[in-house]
């Protein structure tokens, strides 16, 4: 029902900008929060924002709030993570996920389907 590509990973170094893309194939009539996701390495992933299908609602992970800024360009069917003032805690395969569940917020976890990954490697 829904394919998710990521692009956009790479190296960086401390307080470099990166911009991740996540490009959403699904039926135009479907309507899906999108979220970003992330596993450092060792560890669980963790939600680290999300939007909602038309775009008005947004939500962050703590530790990203500030620096990180997700939105969605629902013309080229595409959702962005711009990622500022990078430090080497945010080092992580980065995933993109869809959420066709109909709800009152943006949810951070019950995501359906997943992309591949992406690695973001931050050196200091």
């Known amino acids: 029902q829904v394919q998710l590509t990521e692009s956009g990973g790479g190296v960086a170094q401390a307080g470099d900008s990166v911009t991740l893309s996540c490009v959403v194939s699904k039926h135009p009539s479907v309507k899906a929060a999108t979220g970003w996701f992330r596993r450092p390495p060792g560890k669980e992933r963790e939600f680290v924002a999300g939007?909602?299908?038309?775009?008005?609602?947004?939500r962050y992970l703590d530790a990203v709030k500030g620096r990180f800024t997700i939105s969605r360009d629902n013309v080229k069917n595409t959702v962005y993570l711009q990622m500022n003032s990078l430090k080497s805690e945010d080092t992580a395969v980065y995933y993109c996920?869809?959420?066709?569940?109909?709800?009152?917020?943006?949810?951070?976890?019950?995501?359906?389907?997943w992309g591949q990954g992406t690695q973001v490697t931050v050196s200091s």
């Open positions: 939007i909602d299908w038309s775009g008005s609602r947004t």
């Open positions: 996920a869809a959420d066709l569940r109909i709800l009152p917020g943006v949810p951070d976890n019950g995501y359906r389907f």
